[in-house]
């Protein structure tokens, strides 16, 4: 369910309406984005930001850090898998 | 591109796999069956399937498919309601492509259009709303369907038609919510799940709490995915670690998306627009309670049910499916009696196989492969 | 692209057979198509059988009816799709494309320039593949009763004696080739109808794949299977491989070329790209020793420089297509159900 797709706004078209361009891979469109502004985030603010886009409306802004943080998570944890198996294997070639 | 590729990197898939075999070993120990996981969300679905995540997983894990294709949870008499609108010679009938195909009791969206109604696919509801300034003589219909990540986009659209004074565009809504879903699925007598991956882009509105019952009331480990496959991988690692730990929480892995709060900007819009049903029809499903919402009174103008006259029939689901039992999880989807005979893409008899997102639609076009037969 | 709407139109006149019919034929179609099997308006082209005989010993004919919406696009239009995609059809048999018939359906009102530019386009890409526009046939019916225009070609071409292409044809072992990226032409009209309002600089690919064809055959006589992935996708050709010859094609995700672009069309609108059509995109399944040489001699080529090794033929699971996922998984590739329709879920 839900198709959503990260983009990112490279011009606001109607800061009245709160429209924005959005870039998704090099395909542009006009999207709503009404859902990611508030008076901390104007729309003249939101140039620049990733956001997820579903049916022609950026739903959220993306958190640059938490997926920063997911990706260190997602690496860490695949390199401990190898510790682990550095540690199985040196414990086989000691025994 | 950014935000997708790092999160399908099949090097790190290859060592989450590991973990998960070893960690899916543990967790399952002492039960007599795999651990049955249920992905709530067609998307995921979708992801498992595109990217072949089913067959790498150990044999301790079963993925059960969920209720979260809103289009195949859609009941025929609905279909049927909406090819009558298609069907006034003022309409302009427009919806998301997904709709299209969906089988009444007599015909399609699709077979509607052949027979020269007005029907558009649209990408938004925007766009459906920009029709509607272009032919001021014409009414135009937007069919609103899908989960809470949707009910934004359309509750806006309502709002901006107000602004714009639009007379002529109206909703007809068939906008579902999830959590009394789930709630019925785990009241059912014969459940046998022990997880969840929970809905990452209706998370992003509705937040975390409004989970927390499954953790609290059943007992059940639920955690907030996002749809790339690593996202998934990750999900289904902290699932069976709960399990292992005898845990259960709401977990949130999403976190780039999801904020626990979720966005309230597109809460209050549904809020405005929208309120509860008593119950809504569920295909396969039946009728749950509170599962549906529509437009409230204060905006009646832009409700196609209260300005149109619908047949609003009950048409019951085809007796030989068993998609209720495939929802609920309680059956395969190839264990069901019509599946890929009677029920085909092509010719959908049951819920599930209409959408490519619904699981049976999934397991029919993707197929189940025989690792036996394969060689690599 | 229409600057001289309402200069003038087509009328039902245009199609009566009396002189305004006669000034059409002769101002806008046979003037941009001229050769000498055209210009005597006979009722039929009439050509020497030497000339066919000396180049092989079979004919390939085909035909194909072109009602592309919009007519122009982003890297064509109607006129190059009915003339490259004939040629096309008559290449994947192996045949050295000769001779295209092109009958015209137009709705009444069209502007007479915009068939100008057609016929210019398919003159050109006529003369491109060295292949003549011979016979022809123009109608014209009232407004609503056709979308502007329709066009349908039919081709003759030879087949010469060595080669044996044939849908049968695969055999554990063989490779699979695609001649470049994929999707273009489908995610191209897509956008170029506008109902979705997404800009992109995506342009259909739509070339003839003849040269490229005999540069192939000239490695590699002995071509299995081939066919150009139109209507369907690649999935659909590499189904009906599989299920003609009852073999297994195993196909390697990663190896398959997609513009970043063609993938953020599908990414938004949940499309597999693999089912999006393509008006210059080939198939091949060869003898895996002739496999490399092949792909080398592609690459010389424009239409061929992208050209990749995707796959090979395996026994079983016999009549399916299994793709190794870029993610390290694997899935079944099936056929495809109706139309493929932008989603939301």
Known sequence: MCLGIPGKIIEITSTENKLARVDVAGVKRQINIACIVDDDHPPESCVGDWVLVHVGFAMVRINEEEATRTLELLRKMGEMQDEIKAMQKSEEDNS | ?376 | MNSRVGKASITLAHGSGGKAMRDLIENVIVKSFDNPALTPLEDQARFDLKELTCRGDRLAFTTDSYVVDPLFFPGGDIGTLSVNGTINDLAMGGAVPLYLSCGFILEEGLPIETLRQVTESMKQEAEKSQVSIVTGDTKVVPRGAADKMFVNTAGIGVIPKEVDIASTRAKPGDLVILNGFIGDHGAAILIARGDLSLESSVESDCQSLSRLVQAMLKVCPDIHCLRDATRGGVATVLNEFAQSSGVCIKMDETKIPIRDEVRGVCEILGLDPLYLANEGILLAIVPRDCAEQVVETMRFLPEGQNSMIIGEVVEAPAKRVVMKTSFGGERIVDMMVGEQLPRIC
């Open chain 2, 1 to 376: 591109m950014k935000y997708v590729d790092e999160f399908r990197d099949p090097e790190q898939a290859r060592k989450w796999l590991e973990k998960i075999s070893a960690l899916a070993k543990l967790a399952q120990a002492g039960k007599d069956r795999p651990l049955h996981i249920m992905e709530v969300c067609g998307g995921h679905t979708h992801t498992i399937f595109r990217y072949g995540i089913k067959q790498m997983l150990p044999q301790e894990i079963e993925l059960v498919h969920g209720p979260g294709c809103p289009v195949c949870v859609l009941p025929m008499g609905r279909v049927d309601d909406c090819v009558a609108l298609a069907e006034h010679p003022e309409v302009i009938l427009t919806t998301f492509g997904d709709a299209m195909r969906v089988p009444g009791s007599q015909k399609s969206l699709h077979q509607a259009k052949a027979e020269g109604a007005d029907v558009r696919m649209v990408y938004s509801p925007t766009d459906a709303l920009s029709i509607a300034r272009k032919h001021p003589d014409k009414e135009v219909v937007f069919f609103a369907l899908g989960f809470e990540t949707t009910m934004p986009s359309t509750a806006l659209t309502v709002l901006q038609a107000e602004e714009e004074g639009i007379g002529n565009f109206s909703l007809f809504c068939n906008h579902i919510t999830i959590i009394p879903t789930i709630k019925a699925i785990l009241d059912s007598p014969d459940l046998q799940l022990d997880g969840f991956l929970g809905p990452g882009h209706v998370s992003m509105i509705i937040g975390q709490h409004p989970y927390s019952f499954i953790a609290k009331q059943y007992k059940k480990p639920l955690v907030i995915s996002g749809f790339e496959p690593l996202d998934i991988l990750q999900s289904i690692w902290m699932i069976l670690s709960q399990l292992k730990e005898h845990r259960h929480e709401i977990e949130n892995q999403y976190g780039r998306i999801v904020q626990s709060e979720g966005n309230h900007n597109a809460l209050s819009a549904i809020e405005k627009v929208f309120e509860v049903r008593e119950f809504f029809e569920w295909r396969g499903l039946g009728s749950i309670e509170h599962s549906g919402v529509r437009v409230r009174e204060g905006y009646a103008r832009y409700d196609a049910e209260r300005k149109f006259s619908i047949p609003n029939l009950k048409i019951a689901d085809p007796k030989s499916c068993q998609c209720g039992e495939v929802l609920r999880g309680t059956l395969k989807p190839k264990d069901c009696k019509v599946f890929g005979t009677t029920c085909k893409p092509e010719t959908p008899l049951g819920a599930l196989m209409v959408s490519t997102e619904g699981a049976c639609a999934a397991y029919y076009s993707y197929g189940q492969i025989d690792s036996n037969q394969i060689i690599s």
